[in-house]
């Protein structure tokens, strides 16, 4: 038998899935805005450190 409120849950993941903006702080080189990047409508990757974006360029 499955859990009701887990079928909730996902059905709201799919819901979501493509209409969130997310924010990846510190995302050096993307690594985790790459991996959600075809989840949702936007991923914006910010990086203050120069050193952590180096590799990328």
Do not use: W
Not at 22 to 51: C, H, L, P, R, W
């Amino acid at each position: 038998m499955s859990n009701p409120r887990s079928n909730r849950r996902s059905d709201h993941a799919e819901d979501k899935k493509h209409h969130e903006k997310i924010i990846d702080a510190y995302s050096g080189i993307g690594t985790i805005s790459m991996f959600i990047a075809d989840q949702v409508k936007e991923v914006i990757g910010v990086e203050i450190n120069n050193n952590g974006v180096k590799g990328r360029l």
